[in-house]
Nanobody
Framework: VQLQASGGGLVQTGGSLRLSCVAS????????IGWFRQAPGKGREFVAA????????VYADSVKGRFTASRDNAKNTVYLQMTALKPEDTAVYYC??????????????????WGQGTLVTVSS
């Protein structure tokens, strides 16, 4: 599976962005997809995940209520709708796949394939 994230950019505090993650491969619908981010000088942080069927999602506390993860398996695409953005949301955002679903284990080591990131910059 190959993944490509896009949709990042520069936005003001309080603004919105929608990130997309497009995957190649016919087995995309079998994968659970996670979103992670890495701010300058910091480690990679879990943001959100959406299960293979789209019916289950999980979010980091820092983005709960502001971000929404969804997917369109017909388009091999996963989305991350981000609203009420804050300067602390500034980071490179990555999407990744995993075979198993978990609401609690969101370590990046649980994910198999990673896409190139897309930069989100929130100005104050």
């Amino acid at each position: 599976v190959q993944l490509q994230a896009s949709g990042g950019g520069l936005v003001q505090t309080g603004g919105s962005l929608r990130l997309s993650c497009v995957a190649s491969g016919r087995t995309f619908s079998q994968y659970n997809i996670g979103w992670f981010r890495q701010a300058p000088g910091k480690g990679r942080e879990f943001v959100a995940a959406v299960a293979w069927g789209g019916g289950a999602t999980v979010y980091a506390d820092s983005v709960k209520g502001r971000f929404t993860a969804s997917r369109d398996n017909a388009k091999n695409t996963v989305y991350l709708q981000m609203t009420a953005l804050k300067p602390e949301d500034t980071a490179v955002y990555y999407c990744a796949t995993r075979r198993t679903w978990s609401h609690s284990d969101n370590r990046d080591t649980a994910y198999d394939y990673w896409g190139q990131g897309t930069l989100v910059t929130v100005s104050s």
